[in-house]
């Protein structure tokens, strides 16, 4: 199969403080990795795009300075919030993809989310 | 940009009623992928659809791509409670997502 895994699943933390969290391909590698988020019973709203060794792709009203994704091999990619407010909070769900051929099979493999809570 | 819309947004069945959720796309589609994500977890695959006209089945679930590409529909037969979940079609590279069709099935 393949195995995302996305950590940490849940963090609390202050605002104005920055938060890390990683998503790893397990067994295979992720030449693309995407970067989603997700409110209450709702769909999941895609961030960014990131590629191993270039510069990640966000999409419109997201901002780069504030959600910096690092995509450094082909099995890591990170997204830290930088300065978290309140309403930031939210779900926060990598997914990876592997080659054409175990797309086909696996589709994109997602992380198991992480929980963001800014107090 | 790309937009992919779901309907319905929710269905409450009996179990053993049938299931269908569809998706369409104001674009033509290369793939669709479709997802189930249970309450609390993430979203798991289930299938992707290439082909026009495409039609895939997975024992009790039935999936199939529009001829023009820009729909695709999931089937469900006799329903079971383990069906509960939200689905959700998602198209494109980046994989935009419908808004998904949260099914709630009672015993």
């Known amino acids: 199969g393949a195995v995302v895994s996305q950590h940490p699943s849940r963090v609390i933390c202050k605002s104005g403080t920055s938060v890390k969290i990683e998503c790893r391909s397990l067994?295979?590698?992720?030449?693309?990795m995407f970067w989603y988020r997700q409110f209450p019973k709702k769909s999941l709203m895609l961030m960014a795009t990131s590629n191993e060794g270039s510069k990640a792709t966000y999409e419109q009203g997201v901002e780069k300075d504030k959600f910096l994704i690092n995509h450094a091999s082909l099995t890591l990619s990170t997204l830290t919030v930088t300065s978290a407010h309140p309403e930031d909070s939210s779900f926060y769900i990598c997914?990876?993809?592997?080659?054409?051929?175990?797309?086909?099979?696996?589709?994109?493999?997602f992380g198991s989310g992480t929980r963001l809570t800014v107090v | 940009g790309q937009q992919v819309m779901q309907i319905p947004q929710y269905q409450h069945v009996q179990e053993g009623e049938d299931f269908t959720t569809y998706c369409n796309s104001s674009?033509?589609?290369?793939?669709i992928q479709w997802y189930k994500q249970r309450p609390g977890g993430h979203p798991v695959f289930l299938i992707q659809?290439?082909?026009?006209?495409e039609v895939k089945k997975q024992k009790r679930l039935t999936f199939q791509f529009g001829e023009a590409k820009k729909n695709s529909s999931l089937h469900i037969t006799a329903t079971q409670t383990t069906d509960v979940g939200t689905y959700f079609c998602a198209g494109g590279y980046a994989l935009n997502f419908g808004k998904g069709t949260s099914l709630l099935v009672t015993p």
């Open positions: 674009t033509t589609l290369s793939n």
């Open positions: 997914s990876a993809r592997a080659g054409t051929e175990r797309a086909m099979a696996y589709g994109y493999t």
């Open positions: 067994d295979f590698q992720a030449t693309t």
């Open positions: 659809l290439v082909k026009s006209g």
